[in-house]
């Protein structure tokens, strides 16, 4: 069965200091990875998914199959990043997505 | 109005009520999904429909009885809850994509903050 793994719960990092979130997941084939985002009375989001190669919002995320780890990247953090972060895994499963998810991780900014 | 909506925002009943979850969604997705989020806990999959089929069912007590009508409705029928079924109820869409390589990503709604006593 697949698994997704935050290690840490809470994360403070300074204004301008660099972020790394934490994932790592354990599935055996090629799975789909995703990092959504919850900021404070807003809905779940999606923030962005490993096929894309992009940059939302200055974050990115390399998925490393070597170390099955899907880390969500900012070099320079900003006050309106605080937010839940929560890693997903996701597999089509004959038309639908089955989604795993982890326990997520908070991201505090502090000014 | 566009997105998902869920009703009610919040939801406290007793453990020998029936009530209901109902959520909407707008996007044109044909696959919807209801999730529970408790404290501490990563988001679980309870139900999932595809093309108004249910499709996957996670072991889910039957006092939660879904119900699709249609590709843009999704109910959460519930009936004799036990207070440790007090959590945030999460509805979802995306796009039914067959068997094709590309997952499409879930939209949520805000959820019901559900408090059994």
């Known amino acids: 069965a697949q698994r997704v793994t935050q290690p840490e719960k809470l994360l403070s990092v300074f204004k301008g200091a660099p972020v790394e979130l934490k994932c790592n997941y354990s599935?055996?084939?090629?799975?789909?990875l995703f990092w959504y985002v919850q900021y404070s009375r807003q809905r779940l989001q999606l923030l962005l998914r490993?096929?894309s190669r992009e940059s939302i919002k200055g974050f990115t995320a390399d998925l490393n199959k070597g170390e099955t780890s899907f880390h969500l990247k900012k070099p320079f953090a900003q006050e309106e990043d605080s937010a839940m972060y929560y890693c997903a895994l996701s597999l089509n499963s004959g038309g639908y997505q089955k989604v795993t998810f982890g326990t997520g991780t908070k991201l505090q900014v502090i000014p | 109005e566009t997105g998902v909506t869920q009703t009610p925002r919040h939801l406290v009943m007793g453990m020998t009520n029936k009530k209901s979850l109902k959520c909407e969604q707008h996007?044109?997705?044909?696959?919807m999904y209801w999730y529970k989020q408790s404290a501490k806990k990563p988001l679980e999959l309870m139900f999932v429909?595809?093309?108004?089929?249910?499709?996957e069912n996670n072991s889910v007590p039957s006092r939660f009885s879904p119900e699709c009508p249609n590709s843009s409705h999704l109910f959460l029928h519930l009936h004799t809850l036990q207070p440790e079924d007090s959590a945030l109820y999460l509805c979802?869409?995306?796009?039914?994509?067959?068997?094709?390589?590309?997952?499409?990503?879930?939209?949520f709604g805000n959820g019901t903050r559900l408090t059994v006593t």
């Open positions: 429909y595809s093309l108004e089929e249910r499709v």
């Open positions: 979802a869409s995306s796009h039914a994509t067959g068997r094709s390589s590309y997952n499409s990503p879930l939209h």
């Open positions: 490993h096929i």
């Open positions: 996007l044109g997705h044909n696959a």
């Open positions: 599935y055996s084939g090629s799975p789909e």
